[in-house]
């Protein structure tokens, strides 16, 4: 119940969670960590904030923080990005309308949420389900052991 609460509420707010996968930008987000973003027009990003926002290149995305901001066109915004590990900008800024600002990190949850992304995570859940289901039918005699007669 608290999950559907929660995700309820992320939706509501326009909130998004994503998972850190690499170091650069440790300490702030370690590896592992559940970060939170919400959705907003890169027009309102300023020099120090984190975002994450589609990697040109490749599939996925990238999350670190504003060295440079430069307004284009047509609601473009230019962003240079760095990690704060790493020693040097990303090779080329981002041209972009929109970004995920960093809203929160929850250190360590994103391997759970790795997990249950995976068959095992996924009968893990369902198994949770079943058994809190019979646990919480009112009156159940799943454990409850018959009388012997002798």
């Not at 041209?95 to 929850?106: K, N, P």
């Amino acid at each position: 119940m608290i999950c559907i609460v929660l995700f309820a509420i992320g939706a509501f707010l326009h909130i998004k969670p994503a998972v850190v996968v690499s170091g650069s930008m440790a300490p702030t987000m370690p590896v592992g960590s559940l970060i939170l973003e919400r959705a907003v027009p890169a027009e309102q990003i300023g020099v120090g904030d984190v975002v994450t926002v589609p990697r040109p290149d490749v599939n996925g995305l990238v999350t670190h923080r504003v060295v440079s901001v430069e307004p284009l066109h047509d609601d473009i915004v230019s962003l240079v990005l760095k990690g704060d590990a790493n020693t040097s900008e990303d090779p080329s800024p981002y041209l972009v309308r929109d970004v995920g600002l960093h809203v929160a990190t929850v250190p360590l949850l994103g391997y759970l949420a790795l997990f249950l992304r995976t068959p095992g995570g996924i009968a893990a859940v369902i198994t949770g389900i079943v058994v809190m289901f019979i646990l919480a039918v009112p009156g159940a005699r799943w454990f409850q052991r018959s009388p012997h007669t002798t």
